[in-house]
Each structure stands twice: as structure tokens, then as C-alpha cells.
């Protein structure tokens, strides 16, 4: 059993205290970073959901998973997305033959994104965004990988929270504080147009997304606008 | 002998989930968990012991903690000579990595400090940084009893803990300045 020496550590708390502990940016940059090592990947990256309701880059371990994040935040689908709108872990073994998200596949490919594992983010039990890892290869992802990035994010949650909590958030905390503000009606309306659709949550989340951006409303807005009238709102003439 | 990847996937998601609670972490859980950490990075790099040293807020290099008296020993040779591998990988920021102690021409006087403690041989060094926004605040060193070239899946596998070594200290330090509580409702 190793011994540690708690008066030790105390000194290097105090020392990382007074060392930048308000940049959050940082702190979750290494959280991303430390994952690819650990899920021994090509790389890995955040997206954290705005006011729009979509998905935004936040941070990544190296180019090309910033460009499989923004892929997705213009596309509105991908592996990612799927995994923030169901709330449950989504990944693809090999997008060469992988049809499920037509816009966002040949961008992968091309920037040497293969296989996806995407997990949400949550905040207080609701998913706030995405934290992925890809490989440059097919590679069949195991449940046990699945469940281990899963609680891989709860660091994050741990951190998010933290540093919400303490006021030094920055940017990031309007936010979250969105995500977690609308998260109700929002989830109350995908479920409406599931079951008024027949549809599945993407297709419904990918709706309510299209009509808030074709009219320029939030996706909050929309929602409750579906749940008081029961139809979506039409443009303004 | 070769890695078991298998084990040291399991291990290093196994460690890093247990970092995570909603609550943040407290010091008597981050004192059990970096003692965790090192007893699994000994075992599954298979190595005869490992330490860890953390910079305190006068800059000075002090022991954490070590999972074996042997690996207690190389840090304080270390620290006595002002040298060592350790010593080098905090401050050049930088993976140290020593076959064999006795034949280092830099570190010969920690080689000359553990020398005259045979009940606590150590021969091969291998230090990989520590870092905490994006810097070096301490290092995670392992040790072997004899000499032996270190591979790349070692040193990779020893950088990977020293990953959640930091995200643990991260933790720690976010909940020290941490007052109130979340919104979530």
C-alpha cells in the first residue's frame, strides 16, 4: 500500500490555488487531453450545447478533432449530436460504411476520423454537451470502453460544477446555466413531436433545431411555443 | 516483460472514474486516491516502485508520497544531491528516462547516496512530469532494481497516470477554493 503525506499535498493544493485555478478553459483542456492517453485514441474533444441548442466546440486534443466538432455544430448530426440528444453513449465502429449521418461523413473521413465514441456531459443529471475520442481507423468500440468514457465525463461534471460553483465559469457559465435553465421544456418537446411524428429523438431534436434557426428564435422558444399549441410556429408572414 | 493493455486499460478507467464524484473531491479522499494511483501504476507497469513529488509554494520539490521504502529512497537521494531524474523532470518539464543509474554520468551522486543503502536497490529511473495548467507542478517517478532500457508503452502508460495524477490535483485544488453550490434546479 503506498503512504502519501497529506501536509505535502496541502502545499502543492495551495500552490495550484494560487496558481491559475480560475481559468476553466485550462483545466478542462487537460481533462480532453489526458483522455487520449487514457482511451489510447488519436484524439478527443468537448462540445458543450448554446443558447441555439446547438452543440459548439469548447476544446479538443489536436486538429482534427476540432474539425470532427465543428463538422458536427454546422451539420447538426453526427455521432456526437446522437449522443447528446439521446443521452446515452453513441458510437460508430467504421463511417466508411456508416450511413446513418450523410452530411458529416465525407469531412471525417478526410480529416482521418473513423470510429467515433461520443458520451454526453451532464450537469446535475441533464447532458449539457459531449465529450468524443475517435480513432484514424475501424475499430470496434467494446461496452466496456463505452461505459469507461462515460465515467470519464463525470470528471468533467466534477469540474464544470466546480468551477460554477466558485463563480469562475467565464464564458462557459451563461452557457451552462442555459442548458440547465431549458432543459425541461425542451426534452417535454422532443418527446411530443416523437410521439406526434413517429419519429425517433434525432429526427425530432434536428426539427426543433431547423425551425428555431430557419426563424431565428431560440430553441427554447420553439419548444414552448409546441407544448402550448401543440404545432410548431409558423414564420412570421 | 510486455504490458498487459488489457489491465492497464481496465486500471487507468478504473482510477479515473473513481476521480469523479458530483461533489468534487475532499484531502482524505485525495490522499487515498494518488496512494491508489501509485500502487496501480506499480503494478500494472511492472515496476518495483513509484513516487510522487509535487512542487510546494516556494517552489521546492517535496515527497508526496511512494508506494515501497525503495522508491521512498530514490526520492530522497534526490533530494539530499539537489539532482536526480525527478529533479530534471519538473524542471525541464520534460520525461526523464534512465537505464541504468550506475552508468548516468549526471546522476552520480544520487547513484553514490542510494549505493550506500544496499537494502534498497534502485538502477533504472524513469520520471515523467506532472502537469497542472500546462505546467510541470511535480513528478511521477518509477524505479526498477535493475537496469533496463525503458520502452515506449512503458513511458506512455507511466504518462497516463501521471494524467490522472493531475486531474486529481485539479480536483482537489478546484474544491479548496470552491463556496457555493450550483444552481442545478
Redesign the interface.
Known amino acids: 500500500m503506498s503512504t502519501l503525506d497529506p501536509a505535502v499535498l496541502a502545499a502543492s493544493l495551495r500552490r495550484l490555488g494560487d496558481l491559475e485555478e480560475h481559468d476553466i478553459a485550462t483545466a478542462v483542456g487537460e481533462v480532453i487531453h489526458a483522455a487520449v492517453d487514457l482511451f489510447q485514441v488519436d484524439g478527443s474533444g468537448l462540445m458543450i450545447v448554446d443558447a441555439q441548442h446547438d452543440l459548439r466546440y469548447v476544446a479538443s486534443s489536436n486538429r482534427q478533432s476540432e474539425v470532427m466538432e465543428r463538422v458536427q455544430s454546422t451539420a447538426g448530426e453526427g455521432p456526437c449530436v446522437a449522443a447528446f440528444v439521446t443521452d446515452g453513449v453513441v458510437h460508430t465502429d467504421d463511417l466508411n460504411t456508416d450511413e446513418r449521418w450523410p452530411l458529416i461523413r465525407e469531412p471525417f473521413l478526410r480529416n482521418g476520423v473513423v470510429s467515433v465514441l461520443g458520451a454526453p456531459v451532464r450537469l446535475g443529471g441533464a447532458p449539457v454537451g459531449t465529450l468524443d475520442v475517435f480513432r484514424n481507423r475501424p475499430y470496434a468500440w467494446s461496452e466496456a470502453e463505452a461505459a469507461a468514457l462515460e465515467r470519464y465525463t463525470d470528471i468533467l461534471e466534477s469540474m464544470l460544477a466546480t468551477a460554477l460553483a466558485a463563480h469562475q465559469a467565464g464564458e462557459l457559465a451563461g452557457q451552462l446555466q442555459y442548458a440547465l435553465d431549458y432543459r425541461v421544456v425542451i426534452e417535454r418537446a422532443v418527446g411530443y413531436l416523437m410521439a406526434q411524428r413517429s419519429t425517433g429523438p434525432d429526427e425530432a431534436f434536428s426539427l426543433l433545431r431547423s425551425t428555431a434557426r430557419n426563424q431565428r428564435r431560440k430553441v427554447a422558444d420553439v419548444a414552448a411555443h409546441l407544448l402550448e399549441h401543440g404545432t410548431l410556429p409558423k414564420p412570421p408572414a | 516483460m510486455p504490458l498487459d ?1 488489457h489491465a492497464l ?2 486500471s ?2 478504473a482510477l ?2 473513481s ?7 475532499g ?1 482524505p479522499d ?2 487515498d486516491r ?3 494511483v ?2 496501480a501504476a ?1 503494478d500494472l507497469i511492472h515496476v518495483d516502485g ?1 513516487g ?1 513529488m ?4 516556494e517552489d521546492e520539490l ?6 515501497d521504502p525503495a522508491a521512498t529512497a530514490l526520492e530522497q537521494a534526490q533530494l539530499v544531491a539537489g539532482t536526480g531524474p525527478g529533479v530534471d523532470c519538473v524542471r525541464e518539464d520534460r520525461t526523464v528516462a534512465v537505464d541504468d543509474l550506475a552508468d548516468s554520468a549526471d546522476y552520480a551522486a544520487v547513484w553514490e547516496s542510494l549505493a550506500a543503502d544496499p537494502g534498497n536497490p534502485v538502477r533504472a529511473v524513469l520520471s515523467v512530469p506532472v ?5 510541470a ?2 513528478t511521477l517517478n518509477a524505479m526498477l532494481s535493475r537496469a533496463e532500457p525503458w520502452s515506449t508503452e512503458r513511458i ?1 502508460a507511466a ?2 497516470y501521471a ?2 495524477i ?2 486529481l ?17
Request: glycine share 12%; aromatic share 0%; net charge positive.
Open positions: 493493455q486499460t481496465e487507468l478507467h479515473s472514474a476521480a469523479a464524484t458530483s461533489e468534487g473531491i484531502a485525495l490522499v494518488l496512494g491508489q501509485l500502487t506499480r513509484t510522487l509535487l512542487l510546494d509554494t517535496r515527497i508526496a508520497g511512494t508506494s502537469r497542472v495548467g500546462g505546467v507542478v511535480g506512455r504518462e497516463a494524467g490522472i493531475a486531474v490535483l485539479r480536483l482537489g485544488a478546484a474544491q479548496r477554493t470552491s463556496t457555493s453550490r450550483l444552481r442545478l434546479d
